[in-house]
């Protein structure tokens, strides 16, 4: 079993930076594949980015790319979401997710999620 606490979203204004941080309990983490997503008011789970287990490999979304980068530390159980040059249209809650079944975009793969920290980008 893995519990995931998500942190570090609020409000920010467009061009600014933040950076998410998932902290994992479970001593198996370390063998997880992660995930970020986001769900905006009224859509569906959006894929931001993934990360293997090893950290070798990484998948974003096109509309983050250059953008985000995610991280991870497997000696504090966390993972990272750094989001620079963010844009209102980023604005969303953003949940951490981890999984045993491979690294990918699909929510489908992770079976352990937090419950969000929300992100707000003024224009």
């Known amino acids: 079993q893995v519990q995931l606490v998500e942190s570090g979203g609020g409000l920010v204004q467009a061009g600014g930076s933040l950076r998410l941080s998932c902290a994992a309990s479970?001593?198996?983490?370390?063998?997880?594949?992660v995930g970020w997503f986001r769900q905006a008011p009224g859509k569906e789970h959006e894929f931001v980015a993934a990360?293997?287990?090893?950290?070798?490999?990484?998948y974003y979304a096109e509309s983050v790319k250059g953008r985000f980068t995610i991280s991870r530390d497997n000696a504090k159980n966390t993972v990272y979401l750094q989001m620079n040059s963010l844009k209102p249209e980023d604005t969303a809650l953003y949940l951490c997710?981890?999984?045993?079944?491979?690294?990918?975009?699909?929510?489908?793969?992770?079976?352990?999620w937090g419950q969000g920290t929300q992100v707000t980008v003024s224009s």
């Open positions: 479970g001593r198996t983490f370390s063998s997880y594949a």
């Open positions: 990360l293997s287990w090893s950290g070798a490999t990484i």
């Open positions: 997710a981890a999984g045993s079944r491979g690294v990918g975009r699909g929510s489908g793969l992770y079976d352990y």
